[in-house]
């Protein structure tokens, strides 16, 4: 028979056990590789890829995809050469190019079907928005999308943590992102698919920032609950040398 100083020395164990195998968790991190590219990880240490670019599909700032990228999936927004390099992944991942759900261990994804945008609106051509959620922290990214319209994609992409935006002033004008941000009421907005240094200054110009702060970092970023207000500059992990 167990008695009750065992069992309270068992139930201490198991915590403590418990309370070790979440620290040893990795962290939610967003990886930003370049252009429009980013990878995003599970806790178990699954991660999937988000739009790699093709050879010569991007501006000569950034070195090639690095081929051979491991990845357990492999997000496409749209069929254009800088978002669809499949082959860039090692191995045979899951290849999403369709609206619909996913779990990846505790990492959930939600891609949602919208429509690419273009100066003067929306297109009529594809354009997925994938939803990522782990840990009670939301990030999104939005491809080649255009200001959102739909009632019930604008409600799943609201209220996230990090918003990853293109801001090469063709999807979306450059003077309606940050307006777009707020209506969504993103927190952390994270910049993308600029074309050349000259456009990303031009950006972070008190004309196009609403406010908001701007802060530089690396190629990573701990994805959490609550994120700060601000505009977070990643550096591209193929940034050339």
């Known amino acids: 028979m167990i008695g009750p100083l065992s069992l309270a020395c068992a139930v201490a164990a198991v915590t403590a056990f418990a309370a070790c195998s979440r620290a040893e968790e990795a962290p939610f991190v967003l990886r930003f590789i ?103 922290a939301k990030v999104v990214h939005l491809g080649d999308s255009g200001i959102v319209v739909d009632s019930a994609t604008l409600e799943a992409i609201s209220d ?25 009421r993103a927190r952390t907005v994270v910049p993308a698919h600029w074309e050349g240094a000259d456009q990303l200054a031009r950006f972070l110009g008190d004309e196009y920032t609403a406010g908001a702060p701007v802060e530089r970092t690396g190629s990573e970023v701990v994805l959490a609950a609550g994120m700060p207000r601000r505009i977070l500059v990643m550096t591209p992990l193929m940034a050339g040398e």
């Open 160 to 184: 996230a943590d990090a918003v990853i935006v293109s801001i090469d002033d063709y999807v979306i004008s450059m003077e309606r992102i940050m307006e777009f941000m707020g209506r969504i």
């Open 34 to 136: 370049g252009h429009d590219s980013f990878a995003i990880n599970s806790g178990g240490g699954k991660v999937v890829l988000v739009d790699p670019y093709g050879p010569g599909s991007v501006m000569s700032e950034l070195r090639p995809f690095p081929v051979g990228f491991e990845a357990d999936a492999v997000t496409v927004s749209h069929s254009h050469p800088d978002h669809n390099y499949v082959r860039g992944a090692a191995g045979d991942p899951t290849v999403i190019r369709v609206p619909g759900s996913w779990r990846f261990g505790d990492l959930k994804l939600t891609v949602l079907q919208g429509r690419e945008g273009r100066p003067g609106g929306l297109s009529s051509s594809s354009n997925l928005i994938c939803v990522f959620e782990r840990d009670g």
